[in-house]
């Protein structure tokens, strides 16, 4: 999983920077939101940093004493830091993470070596089914250390970046091995362990906020295309109804997830176009909200 992840956050042109300031202006005023309840913060933690190429540490730095970037890929946390100005690298710890959990229990290796022999579906749906069980255990193993701990905790789109790409690109490579209908299930037990790690994520997540904090996300929900410009100009209403029926169902879940730990009277919700590369264009959903004394688990 971390090697797929690792190809795909290197997959990457020269531009991209360029292409995305309009992007990561619109994830700059989502934490604008923030600052302008609190001008200084202590600790700010992003979830899925990745390249950096969405965020603007240099800002985020000037506003609080420390920010904590969180992914599974090493390499490109530290490609997206190296060449920023010494003061604001100071300020900021990289933390290689697996945030699914599954490393601790050797998901991968194990899932993987169950498709090369050809494991019967059955038992595989069964592995997968007993995974999703112990996630929240694998879940509080992984984050227990940053239990409010943070004034901000922030995810950078990734819901769709969780498990199931991998597992489907797993699946394709073993597939001569099942029958179609085997093949249908083991994918709708992938969907269902999928759904169970973003709902979890988002809970772990928020306990990780210190009292009253701060909590961030946005995350791409569909692909836009031409025919959809009528139904976007209608309004979040339409947009959710529209990315049901043809968005990603892991971002629809995240964000779900993410507004029932948050204080509803204070939840701020922005959309905008995300110009990926030259050839997909993204609608983004980016949320704000606050955790009360009453949120806290």
Known sequence: METFQRDMNHDRDEWRKIRWKQHRLQVTQLFETVFSKEAIVEKVAIIGAGN????????????????????????????????????????????????????????DENLSSMLNRGEEAEVIIQYVKDTENRLGKLSEHVFSNYYHDFDIVATSAIYTQLFYNWAMDLLAVHGANYEENEMEQVKEGFLDLRDEIVRTLSHSLSKCIKQDGFYLTWSDILKIEPEYSDTINEGINAIF????????????IGLKAFMEEVDKSKLTL????????????????????????????
């Open 241 to 252: 109804s529209l990315a049901a029926n043809v968005g990603y169902g892991a971002a629809l």
């Open 52 to 107: 950096c190429d969405d965020l603007d540490l240099e800002y985020l730095a000037a506003r609080c004493h420390s920010i904590y970037l969180f992914d599974i890929d090493q390499d490109s946390m530290e490609n997206g830091t190296k060449d920023l100005p010494e003061l604001v690298r100071k300020k900021i710890q990289l933390v290689k993470i697996n945030v699914t959990g599954l490393d601790t229990m050797g998901f």
């Open 270 to 297: 922005r959309y905008w176009p995300w110009d990926f590369n030259e050839d997909k264009r993204y609608l983004t959903v980016g949320i704000f909200g606050r955790l009360d004394e009453g949120e806290k688990n």
